[in-house]
């Protein structure tokens, strides 16, 4: 049992660039989200998902894109990136609604020169 | 939307001290309120959380408190020790979708 993972750990791309990340997890977990977190910010969601086939707009959303088309897998995807996508991603899930927890993934470091 | 603020951003104690660290939030649909902790290096590991209908949860040297009529809670460290140095983070989600996180605390004790 893996838990959440999230391919790659770091990466470093040139403005414009396109690149997808790839978070896994190996629970049956329904809920999925992605996060970005940046120094002094805390985290803030980019968007979720609450179940296979289904994603939703978080609290800063442009400039990404996202796909749950298996439910172990939450993909985000940035288009043409830019310097203030710069940071640190992590995934998390959440079993359903009776199980809270949220499970985070070990994070990727993302930087956009 | 919600609007989670966080305070001390920073916070010293002796080994052995209590810490408390507070937040409070803005929408009253909230209703899940958990507790994060964050290693250097490593993503947020829930350490405690709690629901609106509940006032207050304790678990060994962790509690947490909620006032849902302020719109705060906080959470209580008892007995602090080197190990439970970290950046903590609260947040506040309606219904398990939206999650809000405050900016977080680095807490450093003091052996």
């Known amino acids: 049992n893996a838990g959440v993972t999230q391919t790659p750990k770091f990466r470093v791309l040139k403005t414009g660039q396109s690149m997808t990340l790839l978070c896994a997890q190996d629970?049956?977990?329904?809920?999925m989200y992605w996060y970005r977190q940046d120094p002094g910010m805390g985290l803030r969601l980019i968007h979720y998902?609450?179940?296979?086939?289904?994603?939703a707009k978080g609290e800063v959303p442009d400039g990404y894109n996202v796909s749950r088309l298996k439910k172990q897998n939450f993909l985000l995807g940035l288009e043409s990136a830019a310097p203030s996508q710069t940071s640190v991603y992590f995934c998390?899930?959440?079993?359903?609604?009776?199980?809270?927890?949220?499970?985070f993934g070990p994070g990727t470091r993302l930087t956009v020169t | 939307g919600e609007n989670v603020e966080q305070h001390p951003s920073t916070l010293s104690v002796q080994e052995g001290d209590s810490a408390v660290i507070k937040c409070t939030y803005s929408d009253s649909a909230s209703n899940y309120f958990p507790w994060y902790k964050q290693e250097l290096g490593k993503g947020p590991q829930l350490i405690i959380d709690i629901r609106s209908n509940v006032g207050e949860k304790k678990d060994q040297r962790i509690a947490v408190t909620l006032n849902k009529t302020a719109k705060h809670f906080s959470l209580h460290i008892t007995e602090t020790q080197p190990e439970d140095s970290a950046v903590y983070f609260c947040?506040?989600?309606?219904?398990?979708?939206?999650?809000?996180f405050g900016s977080g605390t680095k807490l450093n004790v003091k052996p």
């Open positions: 998902s609450v179940g296979e086939g289904t994603t």
């Open positions: 629970m049956n977990h329904e809920y």
């Open positions: 947040a506040a989600s309606t219904n398990f979708n939206k999650f809000y």
């Open positions: 998390a899930s959440i079993r359903d609604r009776a199980s809270y927890e949220q499970y």
